[in-house]
T-cell receptor, first 110, second 116 residues
Framework: SQQGEEDPQALSIQEGENATMNCSYKTSINNLQWYRQNSGRGLVHLILIRSNEREKHSGRLRVTLDTSKKSSSLLITASRAADTASYFCATNTGFQKLVFGTGTRLLVSP | DVKVTQSSRYLVKRTGEKVFLECVQDMDHENMFWYRQDPGLGLRLIYFSYDVKMKEKGDIPEGYSVSREKKERFSLILESASTNQTSMYLC???????????????FGEGSWLTVV
């Protein structure tokens, strides 16, 4: 069962621009996480935001969480070509498993 | 750094063959997972193990089985491979919440399986 749905499915921007990806989910969560996947590789954890947090920063990443709307956004500021990847949100509902969304493909052109 | 190693990066198998995908982690994680990833479907959980010899079905267990005889090793078994099992398979591991893991999952590099 898919808990998270990312929007947009694909995003194409120029270097230096900001990239915003959104995630919506269906049930109450303990935390929400964002992962990155380079083409053909495994996923790498980027950032975790707990259900009682509204915003979190890590370097050029900013994540917001709105539990009333069951949505989260990931902002990458000053994008670089190396940020080209797929980005997934994953929700933790309190069990020992994460449920992943379908991902946003980000292309950053030089 | 956490290391999750999947033994085969690319495999080609014939329909009906028994296929073993092996995964080893070096961080003493209790939890281990097998996901498959298909275009447009994201990651779907096949099986999950929270301790040695313990396993739990995920969302799409049909056609698969798993083995966890040692804490560091989690094997995915396709008893009789079929063409609809052609996919990328991702192994992952994590600490459980009682060991402060926060459920952050660490992934291997993936195994591309083609069944012909």
């Amino acid at each position: 069962s898919q808990q998270g749905e990312e929007d947009p499915q694909a995003l194409s921007i120029q270097e230096g621009e900001n990239a915003t990806m959104n995630c919506s989910y269906k049930t109450s969560i303990n935390n929400l996480q964002w992962y990155r996947q380079n083409s053909g590789r495994g996923l790498v954890h980027l950032i975790l935001i707990r259900s009682n947090e509204r915003e979190k920063h890590s370097g050029r990443l900013r994540v917001t969480l709105d539990t009333s709307k069951k949505s989260s956004s990931l902002l990458i500021t000053a994008s670089r070509a190396a940020d080209t990847a797929s980005y997934f949100c994953a929700t933790n509902t309190g069990f020992q498993k994460l449920v992943f969304g379908t991902g946003t493909r980000l292309l950053v052109s030089p | 750094d956490v290391k999750v190693t999947q033994s085969s990066r690319y495999l080609v198998k014939r329909t009906g063959e028994k296929v073993f995908l092996e995964c080893v982690q070096d961080m003493d994680h209790e939890n281990m997972f097998w996901y498959r990833q298909d275009p447009g479907l994201g990651l779907r959980l096949i099986y999950f193990s929270y301790d040695v010899k313990m396993k739990e079905k995920g969302d799409i267990p049909e056609g698969y089985s798993v083995s966890r005889e040692k804490k560091e090793r989690f094997s995915l078994i396709l008893e009789s491979a079929s063409t609809n099992q052609t996919s990328m398979y991702l192994c992952a591991s994590s600490f459980p919440p009682y060991r402060g893991g926060g459920n952050t999952i660490y992934f291997g590099e993936g195994s591309w399986l083609t069944v012909v």
